[in-house]
């Protein structure tokens, strides 16, 4: 049972009507008449635990969007329902907003009918979340006393991620018709597919000329080419500990997630079969031999709820799973960061097992916040500040030099920059028909 601030209210009262009235008689009529109406209200409070409540509402939402859940009372007692309901989720996963106004509600509900409030929840992560339990306050009808209880009601809201790097396709895929000849512009490189013959413009490389089509017709005859199809791709990430570092306003997994899920969108409507690792000391997700239309989908369902794990990835592990999920010839992007102790001690060493069989590119997101030391001045401490960025600097530039040695194309970009960046390098790759 709870009292509420209406039961101090009717205690002040009666302490007046004792000062009116004094003696002993008093005293214990106003008390009776206090425990009367607690006892009368509390008898006439809905009971809690008997109470109906069902959930409807979204299960999916995206990172930085709302999600309202929708919480169904039904009042199977034969008193009307007056009570306080809170729903609680994981304070962890939600904005204080939707934590503290949006999951409490004050609601009527009359004897045999039924009621519904929705939660607007706005999430601050990735992932599956439940909630706690809901707690339901029924008052009496003069409000003096209330009934308490708890139940637990399931759901799940899946928060995937944001994919804001999405803004970038259109611009992308008109670039890949440009390779794909659905445009004038078209170009040859090593392993593209023949397309079609058309007549010599100036400017056409001479090497394009089909001198045996051009004999058979009165004008010059070129050959049009286009990048070959069904090539295959591993995009593999790491989520040690390295990842779990904040660039910004996220941590680098995000960054890296969002863009492998535009190289994958760009990819998978060029025609290639695209497959996703999530990996450190063991596999945290896979999706592989995915459709085109169902690989972009199943990649952002399978790696909403990968967070990084604080333990250091195991490089040789990683190029082993790697190796056992592209057979043949395949572009394989690496998500890492371009780390100068854990690359030399743990990564570089394996490389070449990944180079001798397939085509390897290294995406790593870069720290803005070293952007800005380099440009501090006017003070010791910026002085200080730029001298660290300049040595960062070097350090990882002689790195990106070493993996270009091995055979690696090196991708780098800030959290905005990285994804429309990678999509360029798949492109330049495909259209020289280096895949």
Known sequence: MAVTGRTALVAALGALVVAAFPGWNGVLAVLGLLLLALLYDLARAAPVRTLGLARDGDTTTRLGEEAHVTLTVTNSSARVLRADVRDAWPPSSWRPVARFEGSRHRLTVPAGE?????????????????????????????????????????????????????????????????????????????????????????????????????????????????????????????????????VGDMPRLDASLDAALLLTALASRAGDRVDLLAFDRTTRASVRGRSATDVLPSAVNALAGVEPALVESDPGGMASAALAAAG??????????????????????????????????????????????????????????????????AERDQLAERLTRLGVTVVEGLPDALPPALADAYLTLKASGKL
């Open 114 to 246: 039924r009621r519904r409030v929705t939660t607007v929840l706005s999430p601050t992560r990735r992932g599956d979340h439940r909630p706690v339990r809901v707690t339901v306050r029924s008052y009496g009808p003069l409000g003096l006393a209330a009934r308490q209880g708890g139940h637990r009601v399931p759901w799940a809201v899946r928060v995937l991620p944001p994919f804001t790097s999405r803004k970038h396709l259109p611009a992308k895929l008109a670039r890949l018709r440009e390779l794909d000849g659905r445009t004038t512009l078209l170009t040859r490189g090593e392993g593209t597919e023949f397309d079609s013959l058309r007549e010599y413009v100036p400017g056409d490389d001479v090497r394009s000329i089909d001198w045996r089509a051009t004999a058979r017709q009165s004008s010059v005859a070129v050959r049009t080419w286009r990048p070959e199809r069904d090539r295959h791709l591993l995009l593999v990430l790491d989520t040690g500990r390295t990842s779990a570092g904040r």
């Open 328 to 393: 043949n010839r395949s572009l394989v992007v690496l998500f890492t960061a371009l780390d100068t102790a854990p690359l030399e001690s743990g990564l570089l060493p394996v490389l070449p097992r990944l180079t001798r069989r397939h085509k390897v590119v290294v995406a790593a997101v870069s720290d803005p916040r070293i952007e800005e030391m380099s440009r501090a001045r006017g003070t010791v401490a910026g002085v200080y500040e730029a001298a660290a960025a300049a040595r960062h600097e």
